[in-house]
């Protein structure tokens, strides 16, 4: 009889290399490992020999950086869709991209079980296992976190030791982190205790503010419908476009932050978040909206946008409410069509200047000079009208209090009575 078949969302990291052997233990299966390449800086062909090594039957290595990019993180941009106005979202927006690839590996190699290295205290159990049962729910899931008898990753160091599994965690230094061609997350260790301040040596992707450069960088950005499409005017593809912003934005210290964050299963966690060439980007699509949407639609988006951003951080990528966001913000985005220049310097990425054919701003309008083409006068009436209501309210509050006074009435000031006003 055939062995099962368990297919293992698989980095080579310290929970996944432990758990093909404990899977293995545990139950009489075949482990296939499936490695997503989001972007994240690895030797994906160590990783494939590693997963070999610890007992893997097969392993595949995927790259999705280029599916990641247009498929998850530019509808995000797009929305402008930032959790608890810091987070930009990125191991929330990957997780549903690496559990689908592993439902499409389970269906290709006739696997009914997908296992995965999520610990029962965080938000990437939910975003796996979610988007599992949302396009396969016959699969099976495992969750060896919440079932074994490792309870802390020290637990699982000891363990991999035990088993010959080699690993690059130590206790002294033992950072969880995650990282993809948005962003690297770190959390654990000293970031436990929040009156700890952050060392600077905890950096992987930036420099810190103070070590960059004295001089501001400057780089220009076209948006094609909401997409980043260009920088400084030369068109490149997401993935080069992408890791071009990385390296400006991480030489000038930008897009750190430190934050205590609500995770979904209840308690708050903090984590460090280096998300470089992404800070910018949101910033100068944000400015390039300021400069084209009207009023209306870029409040109602924010309000949207909020959605957008604690489903992405929820794992409900594959839902018809987000599908619908998405539509939305599609629309808005048809004349999203512009150039933003943006100032890098020591942890900061500022926008400076932008336009567009699309831009709904009129110097002829808004200028203080003298124009003909704004009669001031109006203005009056229309403030009448915009404070009728302000105006109605006051005259009976003071009607009601008797505060009528013989100035006012000299003046011509009605007096609510009986539902009408009298002179």
């Known amino acids: 009889m055939a062995k099962e ?14 758990i093909v052997a404990w899977l293995k233990e545990n139950y009489d299966c075949d482990v296939i490992a499936v490695c997503c390449n989001a972007g994240q800086k690895e030797d994906f062909k160590a990783i494939e020999q590693k997963a070999y090594d610890t007992g893997a039957s097969k392993a595949y290595v995927l790259d999705i950086r280029e599916e990641f990019i247009t498929d998850f993180i530019y509808p995000v941009l797009k929305a402008d869709a930032v959790y608890e106005n810091d987070y930009l979202l990125g191991t929330s927006m990957a997780r549903p991209l690496m559990a689908k690839k592993l439902v499409e590996i389970a269906e290709v190699e006739g696997a009914f079980t997908i296992a995965h290295g999520c610990t029962g205290k965080g938000n990437d159990q939910v975003r796996f296992e979610t988007t599992i049962k949302a396009l396969n729910p016959s699969i099976k899931i495992i969750a060896p976190w919440r079932t074994w008898n490792l309870h802390s990753r020290e637990e699982c160091i000891e363990y991999a030791k035990a088993h010959n599994i080699p690993i690059a965690q130590t206790v002294e230094k033992i950072y969880s982190r995650d990282e993809n061609i948005w962003h690297i997350s770190h959390e654990g260790g000293n970031l436990e205790n929040p009156w700890n301040e952050h060392k600077p040596d905890i950096h992987v992707l930036s420099r ?40 400006m934005a991480s030489e ?91 100032k890098l310097y020591k942890g900061s990425a500022v926008p400076v200047a932008s336009k567009s054919v699309y831009s709904l701003y009129n110097e002829e309008f808004a200028t203080f000079s003298a124009d003909e083409v704004y009669d001031q006068s109006d203005a009056e009436g229309f403030i009448n009208l915009f404070a009728l209501p302000l105006k109605i309210r006051a005259i009976q509050k003071q009607n009601l209090e008797g505060n009528i006074t013989e100035a006012q009435k000299a003046l011509g000031m009605k007096v609510l009575r009986g539902g009408e006003f009298v002179e």
């Not at 499409?229 to 992408?242: F, I, N, Q, R, T």
């Not at 109602?300 to 489903?311: E, F, G, R, S, T």
Request: net charge negative.
């Open 5 to 18: 078949k368990i297919v293992l969302a698989y980095s080579g990291g310290l929970d996944t290399s432990i």
């Open 208 to 247: 810190t503010p103070e070590d960059a450069p004295d001089k501001p960088t400057y780089v220009e950005i076209d948006f094609e419908k909401g997409i980043p499409v260009a920088v400084d005017g030369e068109k490149l593809s997401p993935v080069d476009l992408l890791t071009k912003l990385n390296e």
């Open 252 to 342: 000038n210290g930008v897009g750190t932050i430190d934050i205590i964050e609500n995770r979904l299963v209840g308690m708050k966690s903090r984590g460090v978040y280096e998300t470089p060439g992404g800070t910018v980007l949101f910033a100068a699509h944000r400015d390039l909206e300021k400069l084209i949407l009207d009023r209306d639609t870029m409040q109602y988006k924010n309000i949207v946008a909020q959605k957008m951003a604690q489903l992405v951080y929820d794992g409900l990528w594959y839902t018809p409410l987000r599908e619908a966001i998405s539509a939305f913000v599609d629309k808005t985005q048809e004349l999203m069509t512009g150039t933003v220049r943006m």
